[in-house]
T-cell receptor, first 113, second 113 residues
Framework: EAQVTQNPRYLITVTGKKLTVTCSQNMNHEYMSWYRQDPGLGLRQIYYSMNVEVTDKGDVPEGYKVSRKEKRNFPLILESPSPNQTSLYFC????????????FGPGTRLTVL | QKEVEQNSGPLSVPEGAIASLNCTYS??????FFWYRQYSGKSPELIMS????GDKEDGRFTAQLNKASQYVSLLIRDSQPSDSATYLCAVNEKTDSSYKLIFGSGTRLLVRP
C-alpha cells in the first residue's frame, strides 16, 4: 500500500530534550516536506527536500533540523524543543514538479512541557 | 510571503444543499490549485486539483478557477453530514529552485442533518 508513515504519532516531552520524528514513504517520491499545523494558522512549511542530500528552509524553520540521506526517509529533528513547538506535525511527499499531489502522513501530535 | 485567504467559517448548510467554499490568492504566477479535506485530528486528503480557468467536476465536487480574479472555489452538491470537515485551499508557489504549497487556514463546513 502506498503511504507516508510517521513515528511517533503522539509525543509528550520536556523543554530541551532532543527528539526526532521519523517520516518514511514507499512511493519513490523525490519531494518531501514537513509542516506544522496550529489553530487559526493553517499548515506552515518547516523544511522541504527536493531529493537526497538536497534540503531547504520553508517558512518556519527556526528550531528544527532535517536530513535526507535516503530517498524514502526525511526525519525532523528538534535539538532543544521549546513549548512554542507544541503543535501537530505532518510529513508529506510527492513527485517533483509543480502540478503534483502531495500525500500526507497521519500526523504527529507533539506537546513540549 | 505569498498568501492564500479563506473564510474560517463555520459554514453551516442543511443536508442536501450546495456548499460553496471560496479562496483567494495573491501570487499571479501560480498555476496549480488544490482543495484538501481534513477531518478533525486527521491528515489532509486531496479532493480536487485544477490548473485551467473554468470548472472541473468530479462527482459531487466542482472546482472553479478564475486566474484573472485570483479566485478559486469548491462547490459540494447534495451535501452530506459526512462532508463536515475543514477544507483547505492550497496554491503552488514557485521558489528559486522548486515549488512549494501555500495553504490557506481552512474553512470549516458543517452539514446539518
Amino acid at each position: 500500500e502506498a503511504q507516508v508513515t510517521q513515528n511517533p504519532r503522539y509525543l509528550i516531552t520536556v523543554t530541551g530534550k532532543k527528539l526526532t520524528v521519523t517520516c518514511s514513504q514507499n512511493m519513490n517520491h523525490e519531494y518531501m516536506s514537513w509542516y506544522r499545523q496550529d489553530p487559526g494558522l493553517g499548515l506552515r512549511q518547516i523544511y522541504y527536500s527536493m531529493n537526497v542530500e538536497v534540503t531547504d528552509k520553508g517558512d518556519v524553520p527556526e528550531g528544527y533540523k532535517v536530513s535526507r540521506k535516503e530517498k524514502r526517509n526525511f526525519p525532523l529533528i528538534l535539538e532543544s524543543p521549546s513549548p512554542n513547538q507544541t503543535s501537530l506535525y505532518f510529513c508529506a511527499s510527492s513527485f517533483g514538479g509543480e502540478a503534483v499531489t502531495q500525500y500526507f502522513g497521519p500526523g504527529t501530535r507533539l506537546t513540549v512541557l | 510571503q505569498k498568501e492564500v485567504e479563506q473564510n474560517s467559517g463555520p459554514l453551516s448548510v442543511p443536508e442536501g444543499a450546495i456548499a460553496s467554499l471560496n479562496c483567494t490568492y495573491s501570487d499571479r504566477g501560480s498555476q496549480s490549485f488544490f482543495w484538501y479535506r481534513q477531518y478533525s485530528g486527521k491528515s489532509p486528503e486531496l479532493i480536487m486539483s485544477i490548473y485551467s480557468n473554468g470548472d472541473k467536476e468530479d462527482g459531487r465536487f466542482t472546482a472553479q478557477l478564475n486566474k484573472a480574479s485570483q479566485y478559486v472555489s469548491l462547490l459540494i452538491r447534495d451535501s452530506q453530514p459526512s462532508d463536515s470537515a475543514t477544507y483547505l485551499c492550497a496554491v503552488n508557489e514557485k521558489t528559486d529552485s522548486s515549488y512549494k504549497l501555500i495553504f490557506g487556514s481552512g474553512t470549516r463546513l458543517l452539514v446539518r442533518p
